[in-house]
């Protein structure tokens, strides 16, 4: 009676291997292969340059929109060549010297590294207000909009420099300057 | 005929002062010999920014504001030296020659100064720009700072537009043992307050100015 048992309980056991087994088989041949999603693309991005007032005592916002890209790097080199253009609406006041030139760009532990052409220091109109709209609106530009910087590092050719026109102490990186910017 | 009269009457009020302080300080030491030791206590220094290879702003009408700080510097010398014979004025440099801006902390503080002020003219990408400005660093370390830009303030908003007081990281200021400020003394980039900075009277009353202004702060703090 016992071996009788025994041999039922076994060949149930054996039976739902089977079945199981067939049923995992089953179930992968009827998943379907694996497809990449398509790249979520994410919406454009505002982004808030800052020029200076017609009476350069502070920064006027200019807004405008990026696509996203996959690097932040390319990102930001964007955003300051949009600074360097000089801002579209009447009245503001342009901050970066002519003929400047981004050379470069760096981003390490929230400090970012952008590296102009000589002519930032070279044709810079020079006075200390002068010096204080051209430093705070990149600073104020890359900080307040990328969440990744905290603050800048200004270089030019290359290499840390001390100051743009004599005034400002720039060997440190800066944080961004709040009072500067104007409500209007 | 009236830039005459008004050189002439620039050049009188220049000998009044002269004899006046001077005719004091004779007094004084006739009527108390130990007043000697009171001249020249309060050592000034004025530093006139850039020089050399450092020209600093540049107006559309060739001026150049190392030079232009530098004549400034010397007459303000000149002006407070006359005005109190307790003053004593060293200048950061008095050629167009380069210093480094740390040589002319080290100067300051070396020579025990009283107060610190710095000479410079502003600049700007538009010619629109015009008045002065104070700039100090750190009211905490320096103490007075403010107090002194204070009375530039309501000296200098005589002759020129007052853009107010500002705080900056400034490259040299924060390192000041004794109260010091920078000032921006008009916008060489506007064609117009530069042909007044070109103008020896207008220099001379930027200079009484100041002058003034050092003065009420030694009359104060002193």
Not at chain 1, 91 to 100: D, E, H, N, S
Not at chain 2, 22 to 28: C, E, F, R, S, V
Not at chain 2, 159 to 183: A, H, T
Request: include cysteine.
């Amino acid at each position: 009676m016992k071996v009788k048992a025994l041999r039922w309980i076994l060949f149930g056991s054996i039976l739902m291997g089977v079945i199981f087994a067939f049923i995992i088989i089953h179930q992968k041949e009827e998943r379907p292969s694996y497809i990449a999603p398509p790249p979520s693309k994410e919406p454009p991005k505002k982004i808030v340059l800052y020029f200076s007032c017609p009476e350069m005592e502070g920064f006027v916002p200019e807004s405008f929109w990026i696509e996203r890209k996959q690097d932040l790097v390319d990102e930001v080199k964007l955003v300051l060549n949009r600074l360097i253009e000089g801002p579209k609406g009447n009245g503001l006041v342009a901050t970066i010297p002519p003929k400047t030139r981004l050379r470069e760009l760096y981003i390490s532990k929230g400090i970012a590294y952008p590296d102009f052409s000589r002519e930032f220091i070279e044709n810079h109109w020079g006075g200390t207000t002068g010096e204080i709209h051209t430093v705070y609106s990149i600073v104020n530009t890359l900080a307040l909009n990328f969440e990744e910087i905290e603050k800048v590092q200004l270089l030019v050719e290359g290499r840390g420099i001390e100051t743009i026109a004599g005034h400002l102490d720039l060997r440190r990186p800066l944080s961004p300057n709040l009072r500067l910017i104007s409500t209007r | 005929l009236d830039v005459l009269s008004l050189k002439s009457e620039s050049f009188t009020q220049k000998m009044n002062l002269i004899t006046r302080g001077w005719g004091i300080a004779i007094l004084i030491l006739l009527l108390q010999p130990s007043a000697l030791c009171l001249m020249g206590r309060y050592t000034i220094v004025i530093d006139p920014g850039h020089g050399g290879e450092d020209k600093g702003g540049e107006g559309q009408g060739g001026s150049i504001e190392n030079e232009v700080v530098l004549s400034i510097a010397k007459r303000l010398k000149y002006e407070l030296e006359a005005r109190s014979p307790e003053v004593k004025v060293l200048l950061t440099r008095n050629k167009d020659h380069f210093v480094p801006i740390r040589d002319r902390i080290s100067f300051a503080n070396s020579n025990d100064a009283f107060l610190f002020l710095s000479l410079h003219t502003n600049g700007g990408p538009i010619s629109s720009l015009k008045g002065f400005e104070v700039w100090y660093y750190n009211e905490g370390r320096m103490g007075g700072s403010r107090r002194f830009g204070e009375f530039i303030q309501e000296e200098l908003r005589k002759i020129l537009v007052d853009r107010g007081m500002k705080q900056e990281r400034f490259l040299f200021l924060k390192k000041l043992k004794m109260p010091g400020v920078l000032v921006e003394i008009g916008f060489i980039t506007n064609p117009l307050e530069e042909l007044r900075l070109k103008d020896k009277i207008f220099k001379e009353r930027i200079a009484h100015a100041l002058s003034s202004a050092i003065l009420r702060y030694i009359e104060e703090k002193g």
